[in-house]
C-alpha cells in the first residue's frame, strides 16, 4: 500500500463512493485498488512520500486508534467481524477505525463495535490519526492468508487468537426482511407447507461454480421436504433463468428480487436451510446458524468452515490427470486446467461429488443446529466426567471427543450389521467410500497365494519380524475375517483360532482352508473349546469397531496366558495425511465414521487403555511411512527453473514427485507414527523380548521390502 497525492481537482465515483478530492489531497490506497483506477485518474495523482503510523503487535489499545486497513470482498468483510468484536470487548475505551469497499459496506455499517467507517482509498489524514494500523489487503496468493480460514486470519492479524463465538455477525435489514417474506410466505404456501431451501450454485469464479446439473438431482432427493429456491446477486449471472429451464429444475428463482447484499441476507434468513458454492453466502448462512453445506472442489472447505458449528463442507475425493483436489486455484475467468483437458465447462472434481453424499450432509447440518441433543457424561475408556465437547456429525451420528484422555466415540453407539455389510446392503454414506474392505477379503485365491499376497501388504508385512521372535503357542485371531492372517499365523508356526461376527466370512474361512473358525460377535459366545489361555491374540481392524472398548480389551486380557501378548491394530489418528493436513472432518469416503468405525484412537488414548486393563508393557507404532502414503498428503507442483546461465527448466509434476519420495528416504524407514495402520503391542507380566529394538528393526526391514523387495530375482 501507498500514499498518493492528488495533483489537481478530482471528482469521481470508484469503489462504491463518490470522491471529491482537492489539490494536494493525500490517499492511502492499497495497491491493487489503485490498479483499478482509470489511466487518465492515476496519472492525476503522484506518490507521496508519508511516514505511516505502526503495525499493531498485540499492545493495549484502551485510550488509543486502531485503523484495520481493509477493502474486503463481502465475504471477507462479514469474517472480519468476530476479530473487530472481540478487540473491542477486550479494550472498551478504544476507538475503532476500518476502511472497507463500498460493496461490503453495507454489512458493516451499524455494527456497535466498529467507531468509524472509512472509504478505500482514506484519506491520509484519518490515517495519521491512528495509534496503531492493520494492514489486511492484497491477501490473495500470500501464504498467510491461504493457509488459514478467513476468520482465523483476522483474529491472527488482530493478536486475538480465539473467540467464544467465532461466526460472523450479520444485520438484518428489517424494511428488506417484511419485503422478502411476502415472497417466501407465497412460496411455502404454493408447495404445501413445505420448508425453503436456498440454493446458491453461482460462486465468483467459474472454477467454484456448481453444474446446474447438480442442483436438479438434488432436488429431487429433497423434494419431499424442501422447495429450493435461487437468490443471485443481479451481478453473478444473467443466465440462471436459462439454466433452470434447461435442466427441468422446479426451484423459484428470486434473483430478480435481489437488489444488494441486504436482499441475499434477508432470504438466508427466510430460508430453513442453505447449500452453497458461494463463500459469503456461507459466511452469512453461517452468522445467522442456519443448516448449511457448503460445496467445494478447488478450494479446501475446512479452511472455510472450520469456525462454523452449524455448517458441513462437501469435498471431492479427486484425482484428475493434471491435478488433485483440492488444488487451491483460484480461476477467475475460464474453466480449470482440468476441465479444459476434459473439455467440458465445470471443474470435473465439483461434479464428481455424488447428490446424494450433499442430501445426506443437508441431513447432517440439520442435526447441528439442535440445542437440545443426548450427550454423553462419562468418557468410555478414562470415565472422565464432564464436558465432552462434539467433534463432528457425520452419517446422522455425533462423534464426541474426551478432553481428558483424547478418544473419540460415537454417542449414542450405533451398531453395524456386518451381514449386510458383507452383502452391502448398507443404505448411507457408506455406500459411497473408497470401499470397506469385506469385498476384498472376499476375492480369495488358493492357499499359498493368499498367504503370499497378505504378507507382502504393509501392515502385515511389517508383523512377520515381530511374530518371528514371540514363542509359538495358541493364537486368537479376533475379527478374523475370511482367515487370511490365519495362514500366515499358520505358516509361521502358531496354533491358530479365529472369531468372527460375519456368517458368510465363517464359511469361507471353514470350508476353503480348513480353520478353526466360529461365529461370535462377543467373547460370551465363544463355544467352551474356544475359551482357552492363549500365547497370542490379534485384533486387526476390529477396536475401533467395539461398542465397549475397556470391556473388550479386559476380556482379551483374561484370555491371555502370563507373558501372552495382544497385537492389535486401528486406524491412526495421526499418519502422515492428517498429520500433513490436520485431522479434517466430515471425510465422506475413508468411511472413518459410525456405524462403521466408532471410535477414533490417539497413540497415547490407546497406550492409556491398555495399561488401564493392566497389561504391563505397552509399545505403539504404526506400518511404516511409504511413498504412497505421502502422496495422499502433500500434492507435489511443478514449477519453472531458472538456472545460472538464465535458461529456463520446466519441472513437472511427476518429476517433483520423483524427488520427493527420494528425499524423504529417511521417513520410510525410522518413522514409527505416520502410517496408515496403528499398531500395539501389548504383554501381560513380564515380557523376555526387547520389543522396542525388534519394532524399529520391523519398520526398517518392511519398509526396504515393501519398497525395494527383497531383490531375489535371478
Not at 463481502?74 to 470487548?89: H, N, S, Y
Not at 461429488?353 to 468410555?380: R, V
Not at 490379534?538 to 479386559?554: C, D, G
Amino acid at each position: 500500500m501507498k500514499v498518493w497525492k492528488a495533483k489537481g481537482k478530482i471528482e469521481l465515483n470508484f469503489n462504491g463512493y463518490d470522491f471529491k478530492i482537492k489539490p494536494g489531497d493525500k490517499f492511502l490506497f492499497a495497491d491493487d485498488v489503485f490498479n483499478l483506477l482509470p489511466e487518465p485518474i492515476k496519472s492525476a495523482f503522484e506518490q507521496a512520500h508519508s511516514v505511516l503510523p505502526p503495525f499493531y503487535r498485540g499492545e493495549n489499545l484502551n485510550g488509543k486508534t486502531l485503523l484495520v486497513i481493509a477493502q474486503a470482498a463481502i465475504g471477507d468483510a462479514l469474517c472480519m467481524t468476530p476479530a473487530l468484536r472481540e478487540v473491542k470487548k477486550r479494550y472498551p475505551e478504544m476507538t475503532l477505525n476500518v476502511t472497507i469497499s463500498g460493496k461490503a459496506k453495507p454489512v458493516l455499517e451499524g455494527l456497535p463495535y466498529i467507531d468509524n467507517l472509512f472509504p478505500m482509498p482514506i484519506l491520509f489524514k484519518e490515517v495519521a490519526k491512528a495509534d496503531y494500523i492493520v494492514k489486511v489487503i492484497e491477501m490473495v496468493n500470500a501464504p498467510q492468508f491461504d493457509n488459514l480460514s478467513l476468520v482465523d486470519y483476522y483474529l491472527w492479524k488482530l493478536y486475538i487468537y480465539k473467540t467464544d463465538k467465532e461466526t460472523p455477525d450479520v444485520l438484518i435489514n428489517q424494511a428488506v426482511l417484511a419485503e422478502m417474506k411476502e415472497a417466501f410466505d407465497k412460496i411455502r404456501e404454493a408447495s404445501g407447507g413445505k420448508k425453503v431451501l436456498l440454493f446458491h450454485y453461482l460462486a465468483s469464479s467459474v472454477h467454484r461454480t456448481l453444474p446446474p446439473r447438480l442442483l436438479k438431482e438434488i432436488e429431487d432427493l429433497i423434494w419431499n421436504e424442501y422447495v429450493p429456491v435461487i437468490c443471485s446477486m443481479p451481478e453473478e449471472d444473467i443466465t440462471v433463468e436459462t439454466a433452470l429451464d434447461a435442466y427441468g429444475i422446479r426451484a423459484a428463482n428470486l434473483s430478480v428480487f435481489m437488489k444488494d447484499i441486504r436482499y441475499l441476507i434477508a432470504s438466508v434468513a427466510l430460508s430453513d436451510a442453505v447449500i452453497t458454492a458461494d463463500t459469503a453466502t456461507l459466511h452469512i448462512a453461517a452468522g445467522l446458524e442456519k443448516p448449511t453445506v457448503l460445496i467445494t472442489g478447488p478450494v479446501d472447505a475446512e479452511l472455510r468452515t472450520s469456525n462454523y458449528p452449524t455448517v458441513i463442507p462437501v469435498s471431492p475425493n479427486y484425482i484428475g490427470q493434471t491435478c488433485v483436489a483440492p488444488c487451491m486455484k483460484h480461476a477467475t475467468t475460464e474453466p480449470c486446467i482440468e476441465a479444459q483437458v476434459k473439455r467440458q465447462f465445470y471443474s470435473p472434481c465439483i461434479e464428481s461429488i455424488p447428490p446424494k453424499i450433499i442430501y445426506f450432509a443437508l441431513n447432517d447440518a440439520k442435526l447441528l443446529t439442535e440445542k437440545d441433543y443426548e450427550k454423553p457424561n462419562k468418557c468410555i475408556v478414562c470415565d472422565f466426567e464432564g464436558e465432552i465437547p462434539l467433534f463432528e456429525l457425520i452419517n446422522s451420528s455425533r462423534v464426541f471427543e474426551c478432553p481428558s484422555c483424547g478418544l473419540q466415540f460415537t454417542h449414542p453407539m450405533k451398531v453395524m450389521d456386518y451381514e449386510k455389510t458383507y452383502e452391502k446392503k448398507y443404505g448411507d454414506l457408506l455406500n459411497f467410500g473408497s470401499g470397506l474392505a469385506y469385498e476384498s477379503y472376499q476375492n480369495i485365491e488358493d492357499e499359498k497365494i493368499e498367504v503370499e499376497k497378505w504378507s507382502r501388504v504393509p501392515r502385515f508385512n511389517v508383523l512377520l519380524p515381530i511374530l518371528s521372535q514371540v514363542s509359538k503357542g495358541k493364537l486368537l485371531d479376533i475379527g478374523c475375517s475370511t482367515g487370511f492372517f490365519m495362514l500366515i499365523a499358520k505358516k509361521i508356526g502358531f496354533e491358530v483360532y479365529g472369531m468372527e461376527a460375519s456368517e458368510k466370512a465363517v464359511n469361507i474361512a471353514t470350508d476353503k482352508f480348513k480353520l478353526n473358525v466360529v461365529k461370535a460377535m462377543s467373547f460370551d459366545e465363544l463355544p467352551e473349546e474356544y475359551k482357552l489361555s492363549y500365547d497370542v491374540i490379534t485384533a486387526f481392524e476390529v477396536l475401533e469397531h467395539v461398542h465397549a472398548p475397556s470391556e473388550f480389551l479386559e476380556d482379551i486380557y483374561s484370555l491371555l496366558a502370563d507373558r501372552g501378548i495382544l497385537i492389535l491394530s486401528c486406524p491412526p489418528f495421526y499418519k502422515f495425511e492428517n498429520t500433513a493436513k490436520g485431522y479434517r472432518k466430515y471425510k465422506w469416503w475413508y468411511n472413518d465414521y459410525p456405524p462403521h468405525h466408532v471410535t477414533r484412537w490417539k497413540p497415547w488414548t490407546l497406550h492409556y487403555a491398555l495399561k488401564k486393563v493392566g497389561f504391563s508393557e505397552v509399545h505403539i507404532f504404526t506400518e511404516p511411512l511409504l511413498p504412497g502414503t505421502v502422496f495422499e498428503g502433500v500434492v507435489p507442483l511443478s514449477f519453472q527453473l531458472k538456472l545460472p546461465d538464465e535458461k529456463i527448466i520446466n519441472i513437472d509434476a511427476n518429476t517433483t514427485r520423483g524427488i520427493v519420495a527420494e528425499t524423504l528416504k529417511p521417513l520410510y524407514l525410522n518413522s514409527r507414527l505416520l502410517g496408515n495402520f496403528q499398531y500395539a503391542i501389548a504383554v501381560k507380566g513380564r515380557s523376555l523380548i526387547n520389543f522396542e529394538e525388534i519394532i524399529k528393526k520391523a519398520i526398517k526391514y518392511s519398509a526396504i521390502e515393501i519398497i525395494w523387495g527383497r531383490g531375489d530375482k535371478a
